[in-house]
């Protein structure tokens, strides 16, 4: 039974690319407001998981609840339009077109959208590089643009895989600031990532995967104690 908190429950969720068996099982909740983490190596399935959430890969077993619906089985297009964002590892920019064509391109799926003003105001380089080519953006400017295309849509739960990847510490940090504002603002946020350092301080929890499964959920204030079990896993 979902608690009024809760915005996602996964259970028992398998998933597939073609024959091959990725997730095992997975299972983990999310509660409103909350920014979740999930840490694990590369291959561990993290990335699969948010993909499987919102129907991206193929076959998927078992359940998904979100916001008290069973999305199991719902194509990708209808489960984004109940507000989820996803902003994946490869950012997929427009070469072609300026930023701000870039971040006005997705529909709005549901009202309360961040508007453009804000997300100037949040990323104050777009606004300077808006009628920049998506190809001359740098690395941390294309990921700035990745995040704010899909804070305007209305998304509210946001999927986020490695936005840190490769990025100066510079932009790191301001990418956390940001994911700070969400979280004040009430959106809900699973961060996928390899760099420890930067999810740690975000996180409310942590869940930790290992081939498909969850293996451990680690609270905030549960870090110290757990170090063992981190390094066991993730080497940190």
């Given at each position: 039974m979902a608690t009024a908190e809760e915005y996602l429950r996964v259970t028992g969720l398998h998933a597939f690319y073609g024959e091959s068996h990725i997730l095992h099982g997975m299972d983990f909740s999310v509660n409103r407001g909350e920014c979740v983490t999930l840490l694990g190596r590369n291959g561990a399935g993290r990335t699969?998981?948010?993909?499987?959430?919102?129907?991206?890969?193929?076959?998927?077993?078992?359940?998904?609840?979100?916001?008290?619906?069973?999305?199991?089985?719902?194509p990708a297009h209808k489960i984004a339009h109940l507000?989820?964002?996803?902003?994946?590892?490869?950012?997929?920019?427009?070469?072609?077109?300026?930023?701000?064509?870039?971040?006005?391109?997705?529909?709005?799926?549901?009202?309360?959208?961040?508007?453009?003003?804000?997300?100037?105001?949040?990323?104050?380089?777009?606004?300077?590089?808006?009628?920049?080519?998506?190809?001359?953006?740098?690395?941390?400017?294309?990921?700035?643009?990745?995040?704010?295309?899909?804070?305007?849509?209305?998304?509210?739960?946001?999927?986020?895989?490695?936005?840190?990847?490769?990025?100066?510490?510079?932009?790191?940090?301001?990418?956390g600031e940001v994911i700070r504002t969400l979280k004040e603002s009430g959106f809900t946020i699973i961060l996928v990532e390899q760099n420890f350092h930067f999810a740690a301080p975000l996180a409310d929890r942590m869940y930790i995967v290992e081939h498909g499964r969850i293996v451990a959920e680690i609270g905030r204030d549960e870090l110290e104690q757990k170090q063992a079990l981190l390094h066991e896993y993730l080497g940190v």
């Open positions: 699969t998981t948010l993909k499987a959430i919102l129907g991206l890969t193929g076959k998927r077993t078992g359940s998904i609840m979100l916001n008290g619906r069973e999305v199991i089985g719902w507000g989820v964002g996803y902003c994946p590892e490869e950012r997929g920019i427009y070469a072609s077109l300026s930023a701000e064509e870039n971040l006005m391109l997705p529909p709005q799926i549901a009202s309360g959208g961040v508007s453009v003003d804000e997300i100037y105001a949040m990323f104050p380089n777009l606004q300077e590089r808006r009628k920049s080519q998506g190809s001359r953006l740098s690395g941390g400017e294309q990921q700035m643009l990745a995040m704010a295309r899909i804070l305007r849509t209305g998304a509210r739960l946001l999927l986020l895989d490695e936005i840190s990847e490769g990025l100066a510490p510079v932009i790191v940090q301001k990418l």
